[in-house]
Every structure is written in structure tokens, then in C-alpha cells.
């Protein structure tokens, strides 16, 4: 091979596995930006070719070998764990085309493993990143769109009926787009079924605002996506936390009165990304808690009601998936890891805090904190334990709410999030968001009592207020679950 083909190979070899790099950390393209991703690609792709190519004889140039070494071994290492998560998870969503081009990939790594094609070698990581760029693309294309057999699948099973639909006129052919998705579920003491929605695409939605009503053709008010959802002492005005482009606010949270259909009342702008929220009806007071990955975000502002005169800020530094208060008690549960205040560990599982005054203290202090991450819960607040998702593992880490110890933990399934707690028939409502698969354990023994699919990226579940159903929001829509 002449020295201008074997350049050329080099440069290609150091290019393919760049490129692999850029596709492995896609995902994180919007925060850390394209640019300056291909610099850390390039990067790679240099630390990989000095380490595969050179044999140097000084000391020093052994030694930054070495380090190229530990560093292209830690990525390729680190990227295999992604795809084999997302391929356990997301997999089912990959676009046919990445599908292919990965294969093809692979089988081009496997032929110049030992011997390189002028001068070039395929490095094995393009096809990984190429398929973990495919799951992040059906990951996206899945959030705004559903397959008409997984529709058919969840309504076909006895009892299960449709309340609220994502699609507005059904569903025809293989996959249908959709523009909201369901998110946040509260039934109200008359029975009225009140939810928020996600924007996920510009398609057609018979959602047609954040902050919605079921009850026949739903009502919609507001803009951007809603999480977070209550109610007043009187069930006559709900509070939501929005997200979206607000001027001069990251979010906005909405007062909405419920006596006549939907009408915004109030709304209060917010410079933190409120995703959460409690209200208290004894201490007229509600407070917001903020999505900590945001530069401003971690603090929790709290305001009077009904007309949000702000009280002292609290600081709470948490990604926070779901949040359960019990105004009797003035305490509340703030459910996915959170920043440590004290303990062995530097984050919890979660937290439980007091309204009034306002003070915090982390529960489950433990190495199992850093997979809880978007992971939901629920408490028993009688028996002093919370149960709490573990999603990156898999878990429900079952919590001494007094002591905040972890007392055992039990295996649910990769990508369970979601928790309800059915005190009535002594069950734990466990689903997976990701697969829509919902499972009902017993809390004596943790075996399996009850199976239902809802629809994948399952947002919430609560119980009916008979105790007679389960309510679950999916990309299917809104669908109710007979128990009895």
C-alpha cells in the first residue's frame, strides 16, 4: 500500500470513529450543543487511533498512550451500557433504515477486524452508534405517535374502556401522530375527571390546551405542557405548573376555575421550571417545585392563596417526577433522586418535607439513589414507608419513613416509574412507562396479583375515588382498568 493510501486510511479510521462517538452522545446534543460534540468526536477518534497505532518508545508518549487507553476502553465501555439500556427499553421504536445501517456496520468491523480494506478498519462502535442514534430517533418519533395494534391490544382486554382518546378520529393503518399526551390524572370528590397534557408534536390533538377535562369531548385551557395538578379545599380551582416559551419565564402556573367548564383565573409567572407542586387548603399555601437540572432551578417558591402573594423561597435540589402531600398532616413526598442534606450518601431516593414551617429531610440515603432518577412513589403514611421507583434498575426500594433507611428492595422490571398505592386491597400498583405494562403486587409477599397494558410512556395511575378503577394516562389516552 503506498503512503498516500495509507494517510488516507488513517484519516478515515480516525473520521469513522468520531463519527461513532457524535452518534453514542446524540442525546446529549441539546444541552452540550453539535459543535462542540464533534470537537469531543474528533477528539476520541485521535485518543483511538494513537492508541491502536502508536508504539512509542519514550516514556512520556507511553504514558499519554496509556491515557488514551483508560480513555477510549471508559467511552466504549460506557456507550455498549447505553445501547444494551436502550435496546432493553426503546428498541422496539428504532426506524427500520438505522436498523439496517447498523448491521451493515457491523458486518463491516467484522470483516476488517483482522485485516483492514485500504488501508481502512471499521471501528465496532459506528454500528453501536449508529443503533443508539436510531432509539434516540424512534424515541422521539414514539413520544407523538401511536401504533393502532398497541390501541387495539389495550382495549381489547376485558373491561378496559376508553376514556379520553390522543387521537381525534380514531385509528386507521399501521401508526397514527398525535400532538398532546396525557400526563398528570386527579379526580375530583364529584367525580370529574381534570388532567394536563404534553406538547410532543404539532399534529392534531382533541387536547387542545395543558390543562384539560374529560367529559365527553374534552375541554382544554392553556398553553405549553402541565405536569403537576390540585385541587382547592373546595374543588373549585385547580393549580397546574406549565412549562413552554413564556416571556420572561421559564413557566407559568395557572389558576383555573372549574365551576362552569374551564377559565383561567390567575396566572402567576415563574423564573424557576416548575414541574411540581403541593397545596395546602388549612394554610391557604401552595408551593412549586423546580426541576434542579435548570441553572436557576432546585428552589421551591411558595405562595399564599388565592392570590399568590409569595412566601420565603426553600432550596430543594431534585429532578422531581412526582410529588404526594397529605394535607392533614401537612406533609408531602417528593418523589425521584434528591440532592443529600445529611447521610452517608449524597443523594436520596427521594424526600418528605413539612409545609409549615417548611423543612426537608432525604430518605433513603443510598448508592441505589443514582438510578432513581424520574422514579415515582407513594407512601403508607399510617405504616411509615414509602415505596419508591428505582427505573435504572429496575426496583421498588421499599423506605422506613422514620428512620429513612432502605429496608429491602424488590425487581419490578427495567423502566418502572410509576407507583400507586392500593391500601384498600393491600396492593402495590407498579408501571412501567416505557412498555405500558402495569402490574398490581401484594404487599405480604410482593408476588404478582393483577396484569394490565395500558399504552407505552405511561404517565400517571390513581385510583378512582369508589376504589373501583384504575385510571391510567398513555399514549393511547385515558383508560380505565375495572378492579372488582
Known amino acids: 500500500m503506498s503512503a498516500r493510501h495509507a494517510w488516507v486510511g488513517e484519516v478515515v479510521g480516525i473520521s469513522l470513529n468520531a463519527v461513532a462517538f457524535v452518534l453514542c452522545s446524540s442525546a446529549l446534543a441539546p444541552g452540550v450543543g453539535w459543535l462542540r460534540l464533534v470537537v469531543f468526536g474528533v477528539d476520541f477518534g485521535l485518543a483511538a487511533w494513537w492508541w491502536e497505532r502508536r508504539r512509542p518508545s519514550h516514556l512520556a508518549m507511553r504514558v499519554a498512550r496509556g491515557v488514551a487507553f483508560g480513555a477510549v476502553v471508559a467511552c466504549r465501555l460506557l456507550f455498549v451500557l447505553e445501547a444494551v439500556a436502550l435496546a432493553m427499553l426503546v428498541g422496539w421504536s428504532v426506524p427500520a433504515p438505522f ?58 382486554q376485558p373491561g378496559i374502556e376508553l376514556v379520553a382518546s390522543t387521537l381525534p378520529d ?69 393549580y397546574a405548573p406549565v412549562r413552554g416559551r413564556f416571556e420572561d419565564a421559564l413557566s407559568v402556573v395557572y389558576a383555573v376555575s372549574t365551576r362552569d367548564g374551564l377559565d383561567i383565573r390567575r396566572t402567576l409567572p415563574m423564573r424557576v421550571a416548575a414541574t411540581e407542586l403541593f397545596v395546602d387548603p388549612t394554610a391557604m399555601e401552595a408551593g412549586f417545585f423546580a426541576d434542579a437540572r435548570d441553572d436557576v432551578g432546585g428552589w421551591v417558591p411558595r405562595v399564599r392563596l388565592p392570590d399568590f402573594r409569595p412566601l420565603p423561597l426553600q432550596r430543594v435540589l431534585s429532578v422531581p417526577a412526582d ?106 400498583v407498579v408501571g412501567n412507562y416505557f412498555s405500558g405494562e402495569t402490574r398490581a403486587f401484594d404487599l405480604e409477599t410482593f408476588g404478582e396479583a393483577a396484569r394490565w397494558s395500558v399504552g407505552r410512556l405511561l404517565g400517571d395511575l390513581v385510583l378512582t375515588r369508589d376504589g373501583r378503577s384504575l385510571l391510567a394516562a398513555s399514549r393511547v389516552g385515558i383508560v380505565r382498568v375495572p378492579l372488582d
Do not use: N
Open 323 to 428: 410529588v404526594r402531600y397529605d394535607a392533614r398532616m401537612h406533609r408531602g413526598l417528593v418523589c425521584s433522586a434528591t440532592a443529600a442534606v445529611d447521610g452517608p450518601f449524597p443523594l436520596t431516593i427521594g424526600s418528605v418535607f413539612t409545609a409549615e414551617p417548611f423543612s426537608v429531610r432525604g430518605i433513603g440515603s443510598s448508592p441505589l439513589a443514582l438510578f432513581s432518577w424520574w422514579g415515582g412513589c407513594d407512601w403508607d403514611a399510617a405504616r411509615r414507608t414509602a415505596y419508591a421507583a428505582v427505573p435504572g434498575l429496575g426496583l421498588i426500594a421499599e423506605i422506613d419513613l422514620q428512620t429513612g433507611a432502605v429496608r429491602r428492595t424488590h425487581f419490578v422490571g427495567i423502566g418502572a416509574r410509576v407507583v400507586l398505592l392500593d391500601e384498600a386491597r393491600r396492593r402495590l
Open 170 to 238: 380514531g385509528c386507521t393503518g399501521a401508526r397514527m401522530a398525535f400532538g398532546r399526551l396525557p400526563q398528570k390524572l386527579l379526580e375530583a370528590p364529584d367525580g370529574r375527571l381534570f388532567f394536563t397534557t404534553k406538547q410532543v408534536s404539532a399534529s392534531a390533538s382533541p387536547f387542545g390546551g395543558s390543562i384539560c377535562e374529560a367529559r365527553g369531548t374534552a375541554r382544554c385551557v392553556g398553553r405549553g405542557s402541565g405536569y403537576g395538578l390540585a385541587l382547592d379545599a373546595g374543588a373549585e380551582r385547580l
Open 99 to 156: 436498523l439496517v445501517l447498523a448491521a451493515a456496520a457491523a458486518v463491516g468491523a467484522a470483516s476488517t477486524v483482522r485485516r483492514r480494506t485500504q488501508g481502512v478498519r471499521v471501528p465496532a462502535m459506528l454500528a453501536v452508534g449508529i443503533f443508539v442514534a436510531g432509539c434516540w430517533r424512534g424515541w422521539d418519533r414514539a413520544e407523538g405517535s401511536v401504533a393502532c395494534a398497541e390501541r387495539a391490544a389495550v382495549l381489547s
